[in-house]
């Protein structure tokens, strides 16, 4: 399965590190992306540290990365 732009592939699922401003602009796109995984009933695993979103994509239900995935990687990009 291919890895989307920004996306790297690893045993644990798509990974990308996205890096904003400040908090409140990491914080506003995790809540966009939080609307496309409800959209997606698609969920990522993830992380907040300040300035940096952590995202993991997997589904696990499969236990390997699948196109539920690389769709919702695409999507979050289209968003920054």
Do not use: C, Y
Request: no cysteine.
């Amino acid at each position: 399965m291919f890895a989307p732009d920004g996306w790297v592939s690893t045993p644990q699922g798509l990974f990308r590190k996205f890096e904003f401003a400040d908090f409140a602009q990491a914080f506003a796109f995790m809540t966009r992306v939080a609307e496309l995984a409800e959209q997606a009933q698609h969920h990522p695993d993830w992380s907040n540290s300040w300035n940096v979103v952590r995202i993991s994509l997997i589904s696990h239900d499969v236990g390997e990365i699948t196109i539920r995935d690389t769709s919702l990687a695409e999507k979050i990009n289209a968003l920054v």
